[in-house]
Every structure is written in C-alpha cells, then in structure tokens.
C-alpha cells in the first residue's frame, strides 16, 4: 500500500513537471509569435506613416507615428521621423492650440557647419520652435554630425517650449506632447514635471467641465490650490474654472429640488469667493431647505383647559336647589334658632261628679 502510495505520488511529480514545462514552452512561443506580429504591424504602420509623409498627409502620418512611439519608442527611427512631422503640422498652431498642417516640408539648403551654429544662436536667444525646426534640418542633412550637442540642444528646446506652452499660453495637450518628446532624450527636471503635473490636472477638469461639475471641481481645485492664476488658451484661470464648477454644481443641485444640498454647495460657492448676486438665489435655495412654516399646536394646561371648554351661555338662570343659602335641616335650625318652638300643650278637663 505504502509502494502503491509512493508510484502514484510519483507519477502526479512527473505528470505536473510535464504539465508545467509544456506550459512554459507553449507560452513562450506564444508570446513569441504575438512580438513577431507586433513587430511586423508596427512596421506596417510605420510604411504607411512614410508614405503620409510623402504624399503630405501629415496629420495622419503624425498619428501612426504616436501609436508606434507608444507601442515602442526605440522602434527604427521612429522618434526622429516623428519630430519632423511635429514641426511641419506645429508649425501654423491657431490661437486654438490645434495644429494645421503645412502643404509642403521645406528642406533648409545651407551647409550642416552654418545650420548648426544657427541652432546654437537660436537656443542662446530661447527661440525655441526655430531651433527645432533648425535642428531637425541639421539631422536630415548629416544624422550623425554632432550627434551629442545636437540631441542635448532637442531636449533642451523641447523642454523649454513644453513649459512655455503651459505656463505662457495655456497650451497644455502641446505643451505635454513637448514634455513627451524631451522625455525621450533625457528625464525631466522637477520643474517641467510640475508644469506638466499642472497640465493635465487642468485637462482632466475640462474632461469633466459642465457635464459633471463636482468632478470638474475636483481636479480644478488641486490645480488652483497650487496654481491659482494658470490660464488657458481662452484666458480663464484654474482658479475661475475652480469657482465656475462650484457654481454649476449648486445649480443642478437646485435644479434637481435637492435644496438642502443645493444651500451647502451655495455656501461653498460662496465660501470659495463671495458673490453678492448670488444672495438672493442663496436665501430662496435655504427657505426651500427649511420648508413651510409649520402651523404651531397648542396643548394647554389644565387650568387653561377648563377655560377652554367652559362657554357660559348668554343667559344665566340660576338653579334654585343651588342657592348660595343652604336649607337647614332639623337639628340645624334647633342649633341655629334661640327660641325654641313650641310643642302642642295638654290641658285636662274636669268633670265634678254629682
């Protein structure tokens, strides 16, 4: 039995140890065969992209690019070609931030030598978008001269010009996408992470912004905690965008007929900054809280009481057997009177016999 027990024991060992290496082997090639159809979908796309590019549909081609670069950012050349096409589609930015494409990509003609130190002159002046645009020519005319400065003054145009867009213009889906490229030639510094932290608290307000107003007041209220007076491309700041979704709130709770909630988020509307214009609202939305005026309900006392329920009529006839002078009885007038009354006398008659 003891045998028995030990072979069957055995054999489960050899069976899972089979089970696990046929697990293994068949994942592995499993996931060998996904990364190979990873791979050659990327490599479509990224032909498909170049083929954008020279029938000057940058916008589409700027889109696969950003797949790929964030399926796989060292995939071929992919982040250089998509710096390139963020420069033409960057270049006609509307005071909308949207990016228009530009017809055509112009090659720059001057020498490698004269572009480069035109970079440098750029990034002394913090010209930011020229020195891409120069550096970028500087790559296509000679990928690798000076590969070294080249790439440390990408990062440092693109990290300036990210937190320019964000900080200055109120860009921040451009100025974020800049954070991204920087992000591929170095880390960032603490303060474009800030910036960038900033950013994206502002664009998850605006995710949220009417439709869901307590949300929107979520992220707005981080954002204004730390950055008061960041504005966006329109002008409006964190902080207003914070008020504003307040606002929006204490209404659809009015809206809705829920009062008493409706006054607390009035009073955090007004809390947050003061509003004479909204008083009267304010006042309106707490009487609904309060309610009608209850009609009060007296419950008297007992002398109160026989007030109450005692309606003497109009004429009062009073009961003769409840005068006010009570009859005497027997023993009472006996007690009462000094002279007592008199009884009947017995006078005897005399006969005298004859």
């Avoid at 090639?29 to 190979?36: C, F, G, P, S």
């Avoid at 329109?234 to 829920?258: C, I, K, M, P, T």
Wanted: proline content about 7%.
């Amino acid at each position: 039995m003891v045998v028995s027990l030990a072979v069957l024991a055995a054999l489960l060992l050899v069976s899972g140890v089979g089970a696990g290496a046929g697990w293994w082997a068949g994942s592995a090639a499993y996931n060998a065969t996904a990364t190979m159809e990873t791979g050659m979908y990327l490599l479509d796309q990224y032909n498909l992209a170049l083929a954008e590019v020279d029938a000057g549909n940058f916008n589409l081609a700027r889109q696969r690019l950003e797949f790929i670069f964030g399926q796989n950012p060292n995939f071929l050349d992919v982040r250089q070609k998509l710096l390139e096409v963020l420069v033409i589609t960057g270049a006609g930015e509307e005071e909308s931030g949207r990016p228009q494409a530009t017809a055509t990509a112009t090659l720059d003609p001057r020498p490698r030598e004269q572009l480069f130190e035109a970079a440098r002159s750029l990034i002394q002046a913090r010209d930011w978008t020229p020195a891409i645009e120069t550096l970028l020519a500087l790559r296509q005319a000679d990928p690798g001269y000076e590969t070294a400065q080249v790439d440390g003054w990408l990062y440092a145009a693109l990290r300036n010009r990210g937190a320019q867009h964000i900080s200055e213009r109120g860009l921040f889906e451009q100025g974020l996408y800049d954070f991204a490229l920087a992000g591929t030639f170095g880390p960032l510094d603490s303060r474009a992470e800030m910036y960038r932290q900033w950013a994206r608290l502002y664009l998850y307000g605006n995710a949220f912004w009417l439709a869901y107003p307590l949300d929107a007041a979520y992220y707005y209220g981080q954002l204004a905690s730390m950055a008061p007076d960041l504005r966006d491309a329109n002008g409006v700041s964190a902080f207003g965008r914070y008020w504003q979704s307040l606002r929006h709130h204490a209404e659809q709770l009015a809206a809705q007929g829920e009062w008493c909630e409706a006054q607390q988020a009035y009073e955090n509307v007004q809390n947050a900054r003061h509003d004479s214009s909204l008083v009267p609202t304010q006042e309106f939305v707490m009487l609904e809280c309060l309610g009608p005026t209850p009609t009060p309900t007296l419950i008297p006392s007992a002398t109160e009481t026989l007030l109450v329920t005692f309606t003497p009529s109009a004429t009062f006839t009073p009961d003769p057997a409840a005068t006010d002078t009570p009859t005497p009885t027997a023993s009472e007038t006996s007690v009462a009177t000094n002279t007592p009354t008199p009884t009947a006398s017995f006078t005897p008659t005399f006969t005298p016999e004859p």
